[in-house]
């Protein structure tokens, strides 16, 4: 008994859909009917349950939108996945009836349906399933490659919080040796050693512009020079004719010269050229840039350079420590990487055998399902093989190229159908959509007998307009579109006995039914039992 199976679809307000209810058996469903009628919302509505964003059916979403998959599950409780369409229009997703989110949904319906359309496969898009498809089909297992995957990635992780290889740790220990050794050249007397070396510097400036502005003012007033003001004084008293009338004046300006002189005798004695010493402001200058240096390389501040020093004397140290502990997880690295080559190339060797076993399996059912003159064959590559793809060309002498670039809608599906013949998965249900597209007559009975087939290890449910595909159905299920004066609905309903020979002599012959047609419904109907 297939492991999930899908016993109801539920849609409400989807275009001309009111109301749906489908209950699906196990084995091999089909839906027919008109063109027109209706199918395709029936699978839109499904879509929109595993999480699609209702691009199909985007224009028939109404605002009362209601959508819901029951799946039954061996072993374990009903899933129901579901869609509502909010006032804004905006769908909700549930699971069980809780909220979730529309990632929630897909990946939960990945477990449980996948839907194979004409123009849409993620299977075969994806090359991570055509791997999975590989795999699955040879009885491959990478799971000891995968833990041995891990356990490098993780031991390397560890080799770089210890340094990283010996090369690496190296250059980081020269580097932090450098860096400590320039902090620690400087010797640093203090935090505060900039700030008191920037208020010295400033005292010492300030006494050398001082002292050099004194002795400038004493060399105009008063010096050897003739052009200084009291010599041009005393020369200009000179001057003054000596006579009872100026002898006044003369007094005054005599008196006014010895002052000065005083004056600049007092100016003179304050005038030290020992009060600084110009090396020693060199000095001070080249240490502030030393000091100004190490803060802005080493976090800003004097007292962050020091701080930083301490952490970098940790770091070494940790580096140094960990040289023996780096060594024995090289040693490691090494033998796991050794590892991986081995159980590489062994995984690609049996992905190699089955890819060509495979090949040859599928390549057997190509006339079944209507490509007898296509090829198609599964390649790995890759050092472990896990570079999957599907290669086809549809008809002999033509070159080969992805499946996904050269097969047709119909051809596509066709593929996927044959595919699934050699590579049935009970865990999930199958949907194919027109799968018989483009063909007739035996081959349609052929790929009827494919469906009906694959129906006996997984639930499988088609949509069909070809009577000899849908007469080999298990269950069998019609959609009709019903239109009066004023609205068009669409009914779905499941038809049994009587009913189903009509319908497939309705697909037989049309509209206008004959006791022929539905004789050859019936005969349709018992060869299949």
């Known amino acids: ?27 091999f469903n089909v839906l027919t009917g008109e063109t027109g009628a209706g199918k395709t919302l029936l699978l839109g509505a499904l879509d929109l349950c595993l999480g699609s964003d209702g691009a199909s059916t985007r224009y028939a979403i109404t605002t009362d939108l209601r959508s819901a998959a029951v799946f ?29 989110s529309v990632e929630a949904l897909r990946s939960m319906a990945a477990e449980l349906i996948v839907i194979h359309g004409q123009h849409d496969s993620l299977n075969l898009r994806n090359r991570a399933e055509v791997l999975r498809i590989i795999d699955t089909s040879g009885g491959i297992s990478t799971a000891d490659l995968d833990e041995v995957r891990r356990r490098l990635s993780s031991v390397r992780r560890l080799r770089d919080e210890a340094g990283g290889d010996a090369a690496r740790r190296d250059r980081e220990l020269d580097f932090l040796r450098f860096q400590i050794s320039e902090i620690e050249g400087a010797s640093i007397a203090g935090p505060d050693e900039l700030d008191l070396a920037l208020e010295e ?42 006579s009872v ?93 050794g590892q991986i080559v081995l159980l590489a190339r062994e995984a690609r060797r049996e992905r190699d055998y089955a890819a060509v076993r495979l090949t040859d399996a599928v390549r057997q059912q190509l006339p079944r399902v209507a490509l007898s003159n296509a090829s198609l064959r599964f390649v790995v590559d890759g050092d472990d093989g896990s570079d999957a793809r599907i290669l086809f060309t549809p008809n002999p002498g033509l070159p080969e190229g992805p499946l996904q670039a050269l097969a047709s809608g119909g051809e596509l599906s066709r593929v996927l159908l044959a595919l699934s013949l050699e590579t049935a998965h009970e865990d999930v249900v199958a949907v194919f959509d027109e799968v018989d597209a483009g063909v007739g007559g035996e081959v ?86």
Do not use: W
């Not at 002795?215 to 008293?237: F, G, N, P, T, Y």
């Not at 770091?315 to 990487?337: C, H, M, N, P, Y």
């Not at 790929?447 to 307009?465: D, F, K, M, S, Y």
């Open 1 to 27: 008994m297939p492991k999930s199976q899908l016993v109801e679809l539920y849609a409400h307000g989807l275009g001309v859909i009111d109301d749906a209810r489908l209950e699906f058996g196990a084995g």
């Open 72 to 100: 039954e599950r061996q072993g374990a409780k009903d899933v129901v996945l579901s869609r509502e369409a909010g006032s804004s229009g905006r769908l909700r997703c549930s699971i069980d009836g809780l909220p979730s």
């Open 201 to 242: 510097l400033t005292r010492l400036s300030e006494l050398k512009e001082g002292q050099s502005a004194l002795a400038e003012v004493v060399s105009r007033l008063d010096s050897d020079d003739d052009r200084s003001l009291l010599v041009q004084l005393a020369k200009a008293i000179e001057l003054v004719p000596r």
């Open 245 to 337: 009338s100026f002898d006044q004046a003369r007094s005054v300006l005599t008196t006014a010269l010895e002052t000065a002189r005083e004056g600049v005798h007092e100016l003179a004695a304050l005038s030290d050229p020992d009060a600084f010493d110009e090396t020693e402001i060199e000095k001070l200058e080249e240490r502030v840039g030393v000091l100004r240096t190490l803060a802005r390389k080493y976090g800003g501040t004097l007292p962050q350079a020091l701080a930083t020093v301490a952490e970098l004397r940790q770091e070494f140290q940790r580096l140094t420590e960990a040289a023996g502990r780096s060594a024995a997880l090289d040693e490691e690295i090494v033998k796991l990487e």
């Open 444 to 529: 349609a009975q052929q790929i009827g007998e494919c469906l009906r087939e694959l129906g006996r290890r997984q639930q499988v449910i088609a949509v069909t307009h070809l009577a000899s595909v849908a007469a080999k159905a298990d269950h069998h299920f019609v959609v009709e579109k019903l239109v009066d004066d004023v609205t068009t609905t669409t009914s779905v309903r499941k038809v049994e006995g009587n009913q189903r020979v009509i319908e497939i002599a309705r697909m037989l012959a049309g509209s206008d039914l004959t006791d022929e047609s539905k004789a050859l419904a019936r005969k349709l109907l018992e060869t299949q039992r």
